[in-house]
DNA sequence: GCTGACATGTAACCCGTTACATGATTCC
DNA sequence: GGAATCATGTAACGGGTTACATGTCAGC
């Protein structure tokens, strides 16, 4: 149900074509939604036929001809009237995650293979994300545009980064966490006791898993 | 194609029925995934029939019969070559952070309203998840249970409860910087001239918009 | 000659959500 | 009497992904 207002906002900042739409959600708009041409184009026509937003083909030379969509006073009340409603909750769905969850059943070198090849990714997301800070900071300068607008898309993109950020400071603590069990990954401790329950309890407690509750 | 290795990875810990894997996804695991028994019931029948798992049907009394899965050496292989495999990165839908996206739609007063109301929201799920690792912490205690699998448990749940602490951190923070511009938020900045530039990027690096980029 | 950007779409399929269906027991 | 818990499923629908289809131009 999101998509709808992905475009409807989208279209609110600027008019644009589907081909346009869909970098914006592969760059900016990556950080909370993601869609394809695809759905997107089928959407678009969707609505138009609500009278929500209207479309211009445009003939060019060189070039295919391209359709490009302007919102209307009925997509702006729509989109208005959604920005007052409460949102559900994101619907997280981590591969990642859910595999470390599990890393248990692997041994303690792959575990952190996985651990450093997945950081990788985050930090190559990471560098993305602080290029396209870069580029909309020196753009806003340059225009010396102050307005809301400019002030609730740095703050999204500053979420991203910040969430960037986090997951490869946990990626790194959590290789460490698991650098310091790599002896003992496979065995029973209790029946081996290579390491007593004060060891164990020390290295987590380092590891922040208590900090966490604030307490 | 993840919920598949949710439940593998889950049955390799212990035995289950769908209606209790069902309960493991809304609370330890909902920091990584989330389903439906609608969902979760075929499933397991499919897997099953590919001779992954097998349910043995346990007949209770003053309950409804039940069906314990148990996982084999054939899912038990298929759920560490998946553990060995790259993830695709996690296809974020956070309707919220769109919906902040477009806020500049809709008034100051406004704005802040939904940031405090979602704040709350992580707020609650924040204790939830303190709850769990509370929980979990105190039977770890007493059974003295060391293992790997108690250390890559304690991981996810810190990256869950972390999450939770950056989201309301960076609610706070942009709810302050909302109300730094609440006076001139309808206005077109530049034309009224209620503000100067410098007292706009001011505002902004005080945020941490740049700081984000780490120079 | 090949890759990638530009540009718009359809079709098939898979995954996920909501609603429907059933029925006993326990707690308020 | 009603709500919640235990317990398993089917059906319809809606949203999202992959593959297919088409064609030009620019740059390497």
Redesign the interface.
Known sequence: M?LK??IL?LL??WNATGYEIKKEFDDY??????SHLSQIYPELNKLEKEGLIEGKTITQIGKPDKKVYEINEAG?DQ??E???A?????????????????????S?D??IF?LK??RK?REK?LLKL?QI??DS?ESI?ER??????V?????????G???E??YIK?CDE?IE??EA?KDV??D???ATKK?D?AT??EQ?IQ????K???E
């Open positions: 999101s207002f992905g906002g609110s900042k708009m990556s950080i909370f939604w993601h702006a989109l208005r959604w920005l007052l409460k949102q559900d909750e994101p619907k997280i769905k981590d591969p990642f995650l859910m595999q470390v969850f599990f890393m248990d059943n692997i303690a792959d575990v996985q090849s997945y990714e997301r602080q800070m870069r900071w300068k010396e545009a102050m307005s809301s607008r002030v609730m898309a740095t703050a999204v993109l500053k979420k980064i910040d969430e950020i986090n946990w959590t966490l698991v069990f990954w496979d029973d401790l209790q390491m329950f164990f309890e987590l590891y922040g898993a208590l966490a509750l604030g």
